[in-house]
């Protein structure tokens, strides 16, 4: 079957065609990544995103946001990149707990922590903003101008308080935000079979209850090495994330969305 030209190229012809596509402007794309204190392998679900995108060459700041997230350092409050340390070739590391709450505006938003991020960590291609739903909401669920909405990644496990939570989660997005579309990253091995029910019940709950959508749903075996190469599913719920995320678009002097003289620094707030 033949097309008219404009329906041509609209896909991807590979993975390196897609991120040449994605990142032919300089824009920092943000992948919000909700929090589950109930995980018993939480942080093996960050680092392998983390080990995604260094594999495909992406900078990669990510701002741990979450309760067992690292308390900033002094400075940080008042200057993001003296908080920013590199944890590899390619990704780098922020602790921000309670951190983009300082940020907030008279309508409850925090967007304004993202573009200071943007401006302490220029050269960062994709940042991962790791913290709670509610943080989440107040940083990217209004869909302020300037930032498209991106679609969050729910972290859970077999374990019935991690479920809830994960759910709790989805409950806010959809009630708060009207957002009803996300990615499922589990922490169990890909061939243990309640992984899939818990990604099936988690997926029914979303639809039927919330009116939402669960996009993708992927498991990840804790027990497997941090070299290992990771699972082609995991590969295509990254892709998948580039794609949705939301894109924050920096001109040559590294300003973020059309509002950024009109919002304070946190030092001039309190001052």
């Not at 922490?187 to 959508?213: I, K, N, T, W």
């Not at 894109?247 to 001052?271: E, F």
């Amino acid at each position: 079957m033949s097309y008219p030209p404009r329906f041509r190229r609209t896909m991807p012809a590979d993975q390196a065609d897609g991120l040449r596509r994605l990142f032919s402007t300089r824009a920092a794309r943000f992948v919000p990544v909700v929090s589950n204190p109930f995980i018993a392998h939480g942080g093996v679900l960050i680092e392998r995103l983390c080990s995604v995108l260094e594999e495909m060459d992406l900078d990669t700041l990510l701002v741990d946001a979450s309760e067992r997230g690292g308390p900033p350092r002094e400075l940080a409050s008042f200057d993001l990149s003296e908080g920013i340390e590199p944890l590899s070739q390619r990704v780098s590391y922020l602790a921000a707990r309670g951190l983009p709450v300082r940020w907030v505006d008279s309508r409850g938003s925090t967007r304004a922590f993202l573009d200071a991020v943007v401006d302490a960590a220029p050269s960062s291609q994709v940042v991962l903003v790791h913290g709670t739903a509610v943080d989440l909401v107040r940083l990217f669920g209004r869909g302020d101008e300037g930032l498209s909405r991106p679609r969050p990644v729910v972290l859970c496990d077999e374990r019935p308080e991690s479920m809830k939570h994960a759910y709790a989660a989805m409950k806010l997005f959809a009630q708060r935000a009207d957002w009803l579309s996300h990615d499922l990253l589990m922490c169990s091995p890909p061939a243990f079979p309640q992984g899939e029910m818990v990604a099936s019940r988690l997926a029914y709950c979303a639809d039927h209850f919330l009116g939402g959508v669960q996009h993708a749903a992927v498991q990840v075996d804790p027990a497997e090495p941090p070299t290992a190469a990771p699972s082609r599913s995991l590969v295509r719920l990254v892709e998948g994330l580039l794609e949705s995320a939301a894109a924050c678009t920096a001109s040559d002097d590294m300003v973020c969305g059309s509002q950024r003289a009109a919002l304070p620094s946190p030092r001039q707030a309190y001052l």
